[in-house]
């Protein structure tokens, strides 16, 4: 089996996206340059009390950059050792890392693309955004569009940054849409699956990229399917 080497990764910020969700900003110690790709994910590990390792996997949140830094979101679980240990960390405090893996990544040549996302499935989606909108040559003469699913409106994660970039980009459109939305909320209402339709339809060689929990991810795949995409144009990765 190839041995990985681990780095140690120190916490530098941390900011609460909603009663269980939270931002955590790293540094990664020893390195000058933390070099990975917009939608990959770590291995971090943690021993418990009682001594047994436990190692998770998530998806970096942050855009890759010349530096050691990177993000993480997610939420605390129920009786879930590591979600809880990451959520409750201080500033300074340190953690175990492996990484980059993974191969959710955007793939070549870039076509116009619909980024579909749940909850914390956002954070594979942030990271690219943010690097594909960074610099005109990677995004010019395409449409992107992220159609992003909450409860809530305090559910929706980064949502002014992705106001940002939408009012910053005329190829970038935000919808997030919301499943219990108020009666103050003005944007899109339901589930994600409903409103893929509206979006792709009539849109040649387009591309999906999806996340989240298994039972939306198969819902957005029979339904493109049904569209009449091909399997190839819809790539995923399930967060259970």
Not at 14 to 25: A, I, Q, Y
Not at 63 to 76: E, M, Q, S, T, V
Not at 188 to 199: C, D, F, K, M, T
Not at 213 to 226: E, F, P, S, V
């Amino acid at each position: 089996m190839p041995v990985f080497q681990t780095h140690t990764a120190r916490l530098v910020r941390s900011v609460p996206l909603s009663e269980p969700t939270k931002h955590l900003e790293f540094e990664k110690e020893g390195v000058l340059r933390f070099g990975f790709v917009a939608g990959q994910w770590l291995s971090l590990k943690q021993a418990r009390p009682d001594g047994e390792e436990l190692t998770r996997a998530y998806s970096i949140a942050s855009p890759p950059a010349d530096d050691n830094h990177f993000a993480l979101c997610l939420n605390r679980v129920q009786d879930g050792f590591m979600s809880n240990f990451l959520c409750e960390m201080k500033e300074g405090d340190e953690i175990s890392c492996q990484g980059p893996f993974g191969d959710f990544i955007l793939r070549p040549p870039l076509r116009d693309t619909i980024f579909i996302a749940t909850g914390t499935g956002i954070a594979p989606f942030r990271s690219m955004l943010h690097w594909l909108l960074a610099d005109p040559s990677r995004h010019q003469g395409r449409s992107f569009f992220l159609l992003f699913g909450s409860r809530t409106e305090k559910d929706i994660y980064y949502h002014q940054e992705f106001l940002q970039l939408a009012d910053e980009h005329a190829n970038f459109d935000y919808l997030p849409t919301l499943s219990r939305g108020g009666p103050e909320w003005k944007g899109l209402r339901g589930y994600v699956q409903e409103h893929v339709p509206g979006i792709v339809q009539g849109r040649a060689e387009m591309i999906a990229y999806i996340c989240g929990l298994d039972k939306m991810i198969k819902a957005n795949r029979d339904l493109l399917k049904g569209l009449g995409w091909d399997r190839k144009s819809i790539r995923y990765e399930k967060y259970d």
